[in-house]
Each structure stands twice: as structure tokens, then as C-alpha cells.
């Protein structure tokens, strides 16, 4: 089957990351999956075209405002997977979240990363400022350095040399680096927050945080505690192995795609 997958590429991000590991998923199953990124098209005449011109028949999106809305009224059985920010901040914007539910009526199915996305999905139906409050922090933070996107391979390796791994977001889906981190058998502290509370048990998997004070007490406690550390390690490579394989990943989304095969009623 010819596929047309959208989501957002920019490069080294954990968006652009999932869709080539999705993409590979389904190019092994002996799909022709063209990944696109959504932020190239201005609206559904240019995916329209697209459709014509590669003969897709079916697609994907990843994320259901930046890749969802541009797939509606084309005829095609499209399925959505839900990205993070669709669900955390977009939902909260009047227009977004209208278009985004009725993406939902047309799509097959929706993938959610965590069961509390799939929650939030269905009770409801980075900002420039942001990013530059953080670069000034960072400049005044002694110890502190803020480093460029990179390859993933370089990144891996880095990850590898770290005591720990820190995720202090306010919005998460479900985060790419903890898994890694998890799977490179580097500890995880991150902020208690859904999207982190449910791949990070507090003191099984990783440990949870609630404010600096509290970061900053369980980071000492790690630093001085060589068998938290151990257990930590060991709990987290053992649940990432466990719940997020890459073998069921490739299964599921590959089963999901046949559902896309002939009518709804099929």
C-alpha cells in the first residue's frame, strides 16, 4: 500500500525521531511510505495534489492539528498519532480544538503513547518568549550549558557519559529522552508531571519531582545512594524493554496500517 505519512521534521527532535521509527515499521511490512513534513504544505489543495500525483491510498499524521487537519476531505482512510502538544496546548485554543475533533470523526484510529494522552483525548472530545527566558537563565546558571540539536547517535553516546538524565517539562506525551535514557541504563529524574508519571514510577523506575527544592533533595539522595542508583537502572532498561519493545511497536503499527485496507465495514 502506498502511504502518506505527515508530521513535523525538524531535525534531531523526538517528532522526527518517532516518524522515521514508524516509517521503518511500515516500509518493512513492504509499504511505500512517503514522510513528509506538514509544515511544508499551506493546506489540504497540496496534499490534495500529492495524493493524486503518488497515488497514495491511504495515510498517517503525526500529531492531530499539524498533521490531522491537512489530511481531511480527501476520500483516503487516514489514521492519527497523537504528538503531545496536540493534546496539552492546542486543545486548549478554540479553533484547534474544533478542527481537531472532527479530524477525529474522519480518522480509522488514534495512537496515544501513555494512557493518560488517551484520557485526555477523550475527555475532550514552545513559545519564542519561552525559549528565550530560557537561553538567559542559562547564561547566568553557573555549571550550566545549553547544547545544540545534534545526531542521535552523538546524542546516545553523551547520554551514556551522564550521571543522570533531567526532564523538568511542563507538557510531555510521552518523552522520547526518558525511554532512552531508560534503555541506555542512565537514571531518570523528571518533573511529576502526567506525561512523565507514566513511564516514570517514583523510586522503582526513576524518580519524580515536584519543585526545585524537591529536585534538588533527590538529586543528592542519587549522588550519595549507589544502590538506588543500581535498582533505578536495572527497573528502568527492564520496563522500557518490557512495555515500549521495538518489536510490538513495529507489530501494532503495522497491524493498524491493514486496518486502513478496504472499507470501514471490512
Not at 474544533?98 to 514552545?126: H, I, N, P, Y
Not at 522503582?204 to 533527590?218: A, C, I, K, M, R
Request: proline fraction near 4%; charge should be negative.
Amino acid at each position: 500500500m502506498r502511504l502518506l505519512f505527515l508530521a513535523v521534521l525538524r531535525p534531531h527532535t523526538g517528532n522526527a525521531v518517532t516518524a522515521r521509527r514508524v516509517r521503518d515499521h511500515l516500509e518493512a511490512a513492504g509499504h511505500v511510505c512517503l514522510l513528509k513534513d506538514a509544515f511544508d504544505f499551506d493546506g489540504p489543495s497540496e496534499i490534495a495534489a500529492l495524493i493524486q500525483a503518488e497515488a497514495v491510498e491511504a495515510a498517517l499524521a503525526l500529531h492531530l492539528y499539524r498533521g490531522g487537519r491537512l489530511l481531511r476531505g480527501h476520500g483516503i482512510p487516514f489514521g492519527i498519532i497523537f504528538g503531545g502538544t496536540d493534546l496539552n496546548e492546542d486543545v486548549n485554543q478554540g479553533e484547534k480544538n474544533q478542527v481537531m475533533g472532527k479530524v477525529l470523526e474522519e480518522a480509522r484510529f488514534a495512537v496515544a503513547f501513555t494512557e493518560s494522552m488517551k484520557e485526555m483525548a477523550r475527555l475532550q472530545w514552545v513559545d519564542p518568549v519561552f525559549t528565550r527566558e530560557v537561553k538567559a537563565k542559562v547564561k547566568r546558571a553557573t555549571g550550566v550549558r545549553l547544547i545544540p540539536e545534534m545526531p542521535q547517535d552523538d546524542l546516545h553516546a553523551l547520554v551514556k557519559k551522564c550521571f543522570a538524565l533531567v526532564n523538568s517539562s511542563v507538557s510531555e506525551g510521552m518523552s522520547a529522552a526518558i525511554l532512552e535514557a531508560m534503555d541506555l541504563e542512565v537514571p531518570v529524574l523528571a518533573r511529576n508531571i502526567p506525561g512523565n508519571a507514566a513511564v516514570v514510577t517514583h523510586e522503582v523506575t526513576g524518580l519524580l519531582f515536584s519543585d526545585p527544592q524537591e529536585f534538588v533533595q533527590l538529586a543528592k539522595r542519587l549522588v550519595s545512594d549507589p544502590a538506588l542508583e543500581k535498582e533505578l537502572v536495572a527497573n528502568g532498561r527492564q520496563y522500557v524493554r518490557m512495555y515500549h519493545s521495538w518489536r510490538v511497536e513495529r507489530d501494532t503499527y503495522q497491524h493498524l496500517v491493514r486496518t486502513l485496507e478496504g472499507s470501514p465495514e471490512d
